[in-house]
């Protein structure tokens, strides 16, 4: 029996990788703004329909640099939700910035935008909502808050590649977002990620920001890490993005068949929203309801048994990890609490055998 991971990367056929990264051997050019990553950027500008892009080597590292770049107060307040990837919480804290968590929606567990002014204070500078399993914030009423308490917003929103709202790329909301193309995301470039804007100025503070903030030989204007994007990588990236539309296809036929099985199950619920124009079918969120006959910890399990490794993708919420020492615990998480002690997200990937999908689905449909 094939043995089943959360998810596998996306590659494209071997052969045209290596027609990719060849000319390297000629250039020797291997990162630094090379040929491919500024091919890469192009692209994605225009896929993702963004205005302003700039690549990272990773999406963490886009999500800290993008906060630095704003210079706030050290120890100011950002609205966050602890119903992430811990990424999120640790690029807020290691900016030297207070995460404040707000709770999320039961629906789609994107942040509730009813209780985020509850929690703005004089401290608050900024808000980082996440588009969690790529399901959509509600990117209009986050705008109008942030617009009356003269807020920065900037979405993590790694799980929502391709993403579009109103026509517009999904990036394109808020002061800024962050992509990650890592290993297990819908698109990847190994590693790697990429913030997006519409404020062209943030094109050249970025460019330094991703290079020891070194703007130019004898200048240095900030203190900055190393979070550039290498040619290989790009290359990877380049060759995806020509497969992507098969890999959606791929995903989208398993996406299909799981929300088909979800809904027709008594006590399982999908963890979904389409508000946004298109899906991107990054992942498959359930939750387990107390009228399923197993709890989901026995589900996970269940899984097992037949060689089927799905996560509790979140759980804990960050807010509970130990690297905080209870430090930014709230009182009202209750729909985060729920949701995460109930989630489990399962298998989803391009290419996905039928023999797999089929096992699934009847571990799901009878428990
Ligand atoms: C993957 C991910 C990140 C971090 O991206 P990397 O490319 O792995 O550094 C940040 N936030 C969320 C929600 C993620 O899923």
Redo the contacts with the bound molecule.
Sequence with gaps: MEKILVTRSSMPPFEEYMEKVRPLWDSHWLTNMGANHNELEKQLKEFLKVDGISLMV??????ELIIHSFHFPKDSEVITTPF??V??TH?IVRNGLKPVFCDIKMEDGTIDETKIEGLITDRTVAIVP?H?YGNMCNVNAIEDIAKKHNLKVIY?A??AFGINYKGKGIGSYGDAS?F???A??VFNTI???AVTYNDPTLYEKLFYLRDFGIKDEESVVDIAPNAKMNEFAAAMGLCNLKHLDDALASRKKAYELYVETITATKGLRFLGAANSDNLNYSYMPVIVEDEYPLNRDELKNKFAESDVYVRKYFYPLTSNMECFNGEYKASSLDNAEYLSRRVLTLPLYEGMSDEGLERIMNILKNG
């Design positions: 990773n999406g963490h590292m886009a999500l992430t990837f990424s999120t690029a996440v969690v993590d790694a799980h962050i990650s193309f890592h297990t995301k590693e790697g990620g």
